[in-house]
């Protein structure tokens, strides 16, 4: 047993370790095991084997866990050992027993330590960027699942599936997701935000959408000596007529506090508010052919405009576009769309792997733009994960003179996928290919299969 599992644990480094070396070394997955003190019998799939089988799992576009499993036994095929069996329960309790605080851990440091590599060359007058977005993803419909992350009120019992809402902080410099809280879904945008501040850091900048432009939160926000950059939120009607003008479209206006205690707060939150703050609002339009928006309202606590020009926060708020692409990247490409796991434990897992893959790659997109002098965003996060999943077996087998060389290649080839800046390109919210007609799940299954008997 434990030659098998000193085998695997060369070929995986050798093979998915030295693209991530850097992010996820083999040491920082021992410090987590021994800081959580996990104990575990000498067994085939131990902890760090364990790991990196999920994650391989979840980077394929074959998420089953038995081929998982199949690929551990093919690392193992050419050894001489006892092959082991195809079977998954094993595999299967070995993820049950990873703790949910281990992978948050290893999650957290591959977004921080992606975070260190910034230089001062890559931030926004002076700024560290940070956005924040919410959305949702669906899981299996089982009792467990139903509890916990219960489905949309307006579905039939039976005919929806549990779904989860997920609020999660990108690096607009890196793409790197650097914080998460999972929740059920009727949990509005901005309780899942006042969880993640404390993931911020002096000197960050926020930029969000018009969900998160409220005045608790940006007290809050400005305490931790970070600043804002958020959309108006539509409840808000003041005009231009009001407020000090520092420029064109552009002025300083007070905001007070409200007169009672908003959701979400404690009366002891709501008392330590100060009873008015000086915000910046700026405001433009767009006519952009595609753009559903013709004037947006921007709320900033940058007040200093010499530092702070108005036409950079414009700019810079046309970025915060870049979050939706970062989620989609995670539920349309890496699949994380429809999670597969069966209790509620398990789903939490799955999500910080997936954050945990998805963060590995950017690394791997990081080094390859700044090796070779192309802006890291502009790659292309599926071509990535192709170039990876294909010189996998080429860097396991290599030696190690030939793995470095292999390993330069893969950063060379992941710049050739570049993605084009097209900022004007637009297309029709439609689709060409027509869904199979099949009529809607409008009862729960059991239901209709007792009325196909009895016909």
């Known amino acids: 047993m434990t030659l098998r599992v000193q085998i695997l644990k060369d070929k995986f480094s050798q093979s998915l370790g030295l693209p991530f070396k850097e992010l996820l070394p083999e040491s920082v997955i021992r410090q987590a095991i021994s800081e959580l003190k996990i104990k575990y019998k000498k067994r085939l799939f131990d902890p760090f084997i364990t790991l990196w089988a999920f994650l391989s799992q979840v980077l394929d576009s074959d998420k089953t866990c038995h081929n998982a499993v199949s690929k551990v036994v093919a690392h193992l095929a050419n050894e001489e050992v006892e092959i082991p069996s195809t079977d998954t329960s094993a595999y299967c309790q070995a993820r049950a027993r990873l703790p949910e605080k281990m992978l948050e851990k290893l999650f957290n440091y591959s977004g921080q330590n992606l975070e260190d590599k910034i230089t001062q060359e890559h931030l926004w007058c002076g700024r560290n960027i940070k956005v924040i977005d919410g959305s949702t993803v669906s899981m ?245 994960r192709h170039h990876l999943l294909n010189f996998v077996p080429k860097l396991e087998a290599a030696g190690s003179k030939k793995r470095k060389r292999l390993y330069c290649t893969l950063l060379k080839i992941i710049v050739h996928k570049e993605v084009p800046d097209r900022p004007t390109r637009n297309e029709p919210r439609v689709i060409k290919r027509r869904p199979k007609a099949y009529p809607r799940l409008t009862k729960p299954r059991h239901e209709l299969r007792k009325q196909l008997q009895t016909a």
């Open 140 to 384: 299996p419909d089982t009792v467990e699942n139903q509890k916990e992350y219960p489905q949309p009120s307006t579905q039939n019992e039976g005919c929806g599936f549990p779904i989860a809402k997920i609020g999660v902080i990108f690096s607009l410099v890196t793409g790197a997701a650097v914080a998460l809280c999972i929740d059920v879904l009727n949990t509005h945008d901005i309780k899942l935000a006042r969880r993640l501040y404390s993931f911020l850091k002096p000197n960050d900048l926020l930029l969000g959408d018009r969900a998160f432009c409220a005045y608790a939160d940006m007290v809050s926000i400005t305490k931790l000596g970070c600043d804002v950059v958020f959309r108006k939120h539509q409840s808000r009607t003041t005009t231009m007529r009001k407020g000090k003008i520092i420029g064109d479209c552009d002025k300083l206006v007070t905001w007070y506090k409200p007169k009672r205690c908003p959701q979400g707060l404690s009366k002891d939150e709501f008392d330590a508010l100060p009873p008015s703050i000086t915000v910046r609002e700026i405001y433009y339009y767009i006519v952009i052919p595609g753009f559903r928006t013709g004037r947006v309202s921007l709320i900033t606590t940058l007040i200093d405009q010499a530092t702070y020009p108005t036409l950079k926060i414009v700019r810079l708020y046309y970025q915060r576009w870049q979050v939706e692409l970062d989620l989609k990247h995670l539920k349309t490409t890496l699949g994380m769309d429809v999670l597969r796991c069966k209790t509620p434990s398990m789903v939490r897992k799955e999500i910080h792997v997936y954050l945990l893959a998805y963060n590995l790659l950017r690394s791997l997109m990081w080094s390859a733009g700044t090796t070779y002098n192309t802006p890291p965003l502009r790659l292309s996060l599926q071509g990535t």
